[in-house]
């Protein structure tokens, strides 16, 4: 069914290292078809501001290159608020984007992760064979499951 | 049976870095190394593209400070069509400098807040799980909400100037290629949509006496911590020799204030550096010839800047900088942590100039390019958050770039980074039985006081460890911990 709340997607990524621009590439074939409330956002990273944005929000979406295989190519979870045990904190992980919306707002928007699975992450641009069947395939299951595009 | 323990990546840096520290059969230090392991190669591969593109193409090298490699190239090529910094037409100047401060604002902003704040709040020895930005929210949400607006203020400046927050653009060869409107400008002075620049400014002095409040009480540390005798560098203005972050002359003393670079011009300073190369590290060694490679190293950032400039021109912050001059009786400062201190005094001098340049009618001029005559080379230095960014390009009469030589800020800071490790080293490490997460945290609190850039990196989701190895003297790794 088509979300009708205010939502956002970050596509994160960097074009310039292959398959790591798995998550522009997906903002760049689904913007055309994005109804009305929907945002998109593009980031080399998640950072600790991207709470404020995210607030503003119902409905979350994070798009990101995975390098762990999955059987159709991508993987679709709920996100929940969470510190998670990250060492580092000039990029975040969407839980703990998620946990500083909550802490800082008061804000628990609905949330979802999408991976899809790349395969190089080389200097250079272009994403490879396998990267674009799996972007396909994950934009057949946006397209269908999320905004209800196909019958 | 002689150990090294090497910390890759390095955390909480911009990019990514390598220490290795070698310990001996009794756990004693013998040898301790800052390693840059990433190549960019951005001085070979922009060979053959026309020059107009410099200031578009090398602000990739960074996804933090990209504005400062803008601004330095663009400098650079207003060289190359005839047009010195001051040939700029005023409203070019003033919008070009209103980009730069938004841009050293909002990094500063971002390492004080998101980098350095957890070890300073918590100590470097706390629990690494809450010894982190979210730690840092959970507990103080307050500073975390200023810290996320005082950024976000400052990328809103960028993408006023330069169309976006990352990787704009705002120049062209003589100038900007837009001025700014009476309603955009309103954004940032009406306290409607966003908090104004005075809210930011009233922030800036609050973070500072946060600042000096910490200093009361953890005096010890900040004076004692990774402390080593080193130069200082910078621009300064050439009329007064102020703090100076667009343009100015370089300016450098030694630790104990003695003058070593004595307000050069910007094209003369391939007369006084040398790069020097190590096998073990990407980054060159830059030092000052007439010193050579052992004395001639220097400091750059905000603690080099505050040291060697003779004043600021805006109140407050100048208030802020004769306090910090009083801590050392008004000599040279060589303690590290007080890096910290001095950047946030230029956040507050950021935040002054930005209100003086926003409420000056000149941004809103159409007056925006100069031209000039055509030469073949043009070298633009800029002082970038983290330090002396160089850029200097030469070209052919096809418009082509010939040749391209960039000394970076973190560049300059190598061989201070390397001492700080050496000092963490030699002061935390050093005998211990047993290295714990806190003392390897240590070497990284020292590292992080310069705010290294090393570059941006990949960084695909379940991709990015924290390795820990430990090898013993024939080179088999004896011990190593993987942290996602």
Known sequence: MRNQSKTLIFGIGNCGRADDGLGWAFLDKIKPHLPNNYDVEYRYQLQIDDAELVAQYQTVFFIDAHKNSFEKGYLFEVCHPRATDSFTSHELDPKSVLLLTKTIYHKTPEAYLLGITGEKFCLSMGLSNIAQINLSNALDFFNEKILNLVN | ?484
């Open chain 2, 1 to 484: 049976m002689s150990q090294k323990l090497v910390i890759d990546p390095v955390t909480r840096v911009e990019g990514h870095g390598k220490v290795t520290v070698h310990l001996d059969e009794n756990n004693k230090v013998t040898d301790a190394k800052f390693h840059i392991v990433e190549f960019r190669g951005f001085e070979r591969f922009i060979q053959g593209h026309p020059y107009w593109e410099a200031p578009v193409m090398v602000q990739r090298l960074c996804g933090i400070c990209p504005v400062s490699h803008h601004l330095a190239a663009a400098k650079a090529i207003d060289q190359i069509v005839g047009i010195e910094p001051e040939d700029l037409s005023l409203p070019a100047q003033k919008i070009r400098k209103l980009l730069h401060f938004g841009q050293v604002f909002q990094s500063h902003a971002l390492h004080f807040f998101y980098l350095a704040s957890p070890d300073l709040l918590f100590g470097a020895e706390s629990d690494p799980l809450k010894r982190n930005v979210v730690g840092v929210a959970m507990e103080y949400p307050e500073l975390a909400k200023k810290g996320i607006l005082m950024r976000k203020f400052g990328q809103e400046i960028i993408k006023l100037v330069a169309g976006k927050r990352i990787h704009g653009i705002s120049t062209t060869p003589g100038g900007v290629h837009r001025r700014i409107s009476a309603k955009e400008r309103a954004y940032f002075l009406d306290d409607q949509e966003i908090p104004s620049i005075d809210t930011m400014i009233k922030w800036s002095v609050e973070i500072i006496e946060f600042m000096k409040t910490y200093h009361i009480t953890n005096k010890k540390f900040l004076d004692s911590f990774a402390k080593y005798p080193s130069g200082h560098l910078g621009l300064v203005n050439k009329k007064n020799g102020f703090l100076e972050l667009y343009d100015g002359v370089l300016r450098a003393t030694d630790s104990k204030g003695n003058i070593t670079l004595d307000d050069v011009s910007n094209d003369d300073y391939n007369q006084y550096f040398y790069e020097a190369v190590e096998k073990w590290s990407y980054l060159k060694f830059p030092y000052l010839k007439h010193l050579g490679k052992e004395k001639g190293w220097n400091r750059v950032g905000p603690l080099a800047r505050i040291n060697i400039c003779d004043g600021i021109e805006t109140p407050l912050a100048e208030q802020e900088r004769l306090d910090f001059k009083a801590i050392t009786n008004g000599n040279i400062n060589n303690m590290t942590m007080y890096t910290h201190w001095a950047r946030l005094i230029e956040v507050l001098y950021c935040a002054e100039m930005m209100k003086k340049l926003l409420e000056d009618d000149d941004i809103l001029s159409n007056d925006l390019t100069r031209k000039g005559k055509r030469r073949n080379e043009g070298i633009g230095i800029i002082e970038a958050p983290r330090g002396t960014l160089i850029h200097h390009y030469e070209v052919d009469d096809k418009d082509r770039i010939t040749r391209c030589n960039l000394i970076v800020s973190t560049t300059h800071n190598n061989e201070p980074m390397n001492q700080a490790v050496r000092w963490v080293a030699n002061n935390v490490l050093d005998g211990q039985a047993k290295i714990t997460e806190g003392m390897m945290n240590q070497v990284e609190v020292a590292i992080r006081a310069y705010d290294p850039c090393l570059s941006c990196a990949t960084h695909a989701m379940g991709q990015m460890p924290l390795e820990l190895q430990l090898f013993d003297h024939y080179g088999n790794v004896i011990d190593k911990k993987i942290k996602h």
